[in-house]
């Protein structure tokens, strides 16, 4: 009989051979799921593991953001699509080293299910993830927390910074409200005055919030040492005419008792390659006694992409991939309803399956490329099929072969959305 360590090890082993029918006809975990010594073991072992994994997707109910969510992807990712470690740590936004821990915890969540499942023996392998000392869960709580630590520290790690600031949204307000109550002991202990003014009506920023936190950490740092005594002034505007899509946040520092001193220019350097990998600008001057830090970020402009496709679970996973961004996905199963539904949502992309019933993606991204409703929208191609060049051919503006990774996806829409009409190469 298999220990729970064994059985564990062995699940590990399956999933990364789960399309290999050799393998997984001599898997001793055929044996404990009943299935082995018949001419289908492969295929009814793979459907035992695969079905297990779809069992641990939550509900509609169950928010996007959710530990859950996460839990079934990183599965689905890694193991029913074969997606390799990078690209699922990639989309997910977390270090490959993040990724292995998370995904430990993922596939003993589903070593516990199978286990209880299958009914195997429960005193080796306790079956309740409350119990505090079940060896399968002391595991899981020092992933858990190990995981917790490693996303406290991602201030100190740029290239966190660079991946996560790829599809980001802050409010200005909120980043103000805590910059404020964190610096409070600094404004106390140089005697300064700290005002805040925000249009109540700014739009969010295309920004990572805990990039802009530390910006303003930084710059509200090196304001409070020159201003001993003085006023600090933090505020935002958004800018008008042709640079709109632009809000400026100013620190002003009256009277100012001197240049930022060297330990102030680091948090300044730090404050600039942060800004500058927001697509942003930061400059500092003086009028007369008042030194200001000026800061100009790019304006959070939502986008509406309508998704074709037939199969609900691509709907679903885009869905999962577009949370937290400036994509908004509107979804439809029925090629039919395509034309009236951007009536309706007004996108500014449309994403095309080719293998669909009733209208196949091609009927339709004809159909699209002529209607006078939808003439204007590009066009991105999402198939399995490796068909680009007669896509392009046909009209459209992008191409995207599945299986998709969240970074893959939303890499696309980006270079689609900045090249606008240009021919693709």
């Not at 360590?5 to 062995?10: P, T, V």
């Not at 409703?373 to 999402?382: E, G, K, L």
Request: net charge negative.
């Amino acid at each position: 009989m298999l220990t729970s360590e064994d059985f564990r090890k062995q699940l590990r082993s399956a999933l990364n051979h789960l399309y290999d029918p050799d393998y997984l006809r001599n898997s001793p975990l055929a044996v404990a799921f009943d299935v082995t010594g018949k001419f289908d073991t492969p295929m009814l072992l793979q459907r035992v593991l695969t079905d297990a994994i779809e069992g641990l997707k939550p509900g509609s109910d169950v928010p996007a953001a959710s530990q859950a969510w996460r839990t079934y992807d990183i599965l689905l990712s890694r193991y029913i699509q074969q997606l390799s470690q990078e690209q699922v740590a990639s989309q997910l936004g977390v270090s490959s080293r993040q990724l292995a821990r998370e995904q430990a915890v993922a596939v003993e969540m589903l070593a516990l299910k199978l286990w209880e499942q299958f009914h195997l023996e429960e005193e080796v392998f306790p079956t309740h993830p409350d119990s505090a000392s079940s060896p399968a869960t002391s595991g899981l709580h020092g992933a858990t927390s190990e995981t917790a630590a490693n996303q406290e520290s991602i201030t100190d790690d740029f290239s966190w910074v660079e991946t996560a600031l790829k599809y980001p949204r802050a409010n200005v307000r909120e980043a103000f409200n805590t910059v404020v109550e964190l610096v409070s002991p600094l404004v106390q202990r140089y005697s300064v005055k700290l005002q805040t003014l925000v249009d109540s009506s700014l739009p969010d920023l295309s920004v990572h919030p805990v990039a802009l936190r530390q910006v303003l950490l930084s710059l509200v740092n090196i304001a409070i040492h020159q201003a001993e005594n003085g006023y600090v002034q933090l505020s935002a505007r958004q800018q008008e005419g042709q640079h709109s899509n632009m809000v400026e946040i100013k620190i002003a520092v009256s009277p100012a008792q001197s240049a930022p001193v060297d330990g102030d220019m680091t948090g300044l350097d730090m404050a600039k390659k942060l800004v500058s990998l927001c697509k942003g600008q930061l400059e500092t001057g003086w009028n007369g006694s008042i030194f200001s830090m000026k800061i100009l970020l790019p304006v959070f402009q939502p986008l509406v992409v309508l998704v074709v496709d037939d199969n609900p679970d691509i709907l679903d996973l885009f869905q999962r991939y577009a949370y937290g961004t400036r994509f908004t996905l509107a979804g439809t199963r029925d090629s039919r309803q395509v034309v009236a539904l951007t009536e309706q949502y007004h996108p500014q992309v449309i994403m095309l399956d080719l293998m669909m019933p009733e209208i196949d993606g091609w009927q339709m991204l004809g159909l699209l490329r002529r209607h006078p409703s939808t003439a204007h929208i590009p066009i991105m191609v999402c198939s399995i099929m490796s068909q680009e060049e007669l896509a392009f051919s046909l009209g459209a503006k992008g191409f995207l072969r599945k299986p998709v990774t969240r970074e893959n996806l939303l890499d696309a829409l980006e270079r689609l959305l900045e090249n606008g009409d240009k021919a693709p190469r």
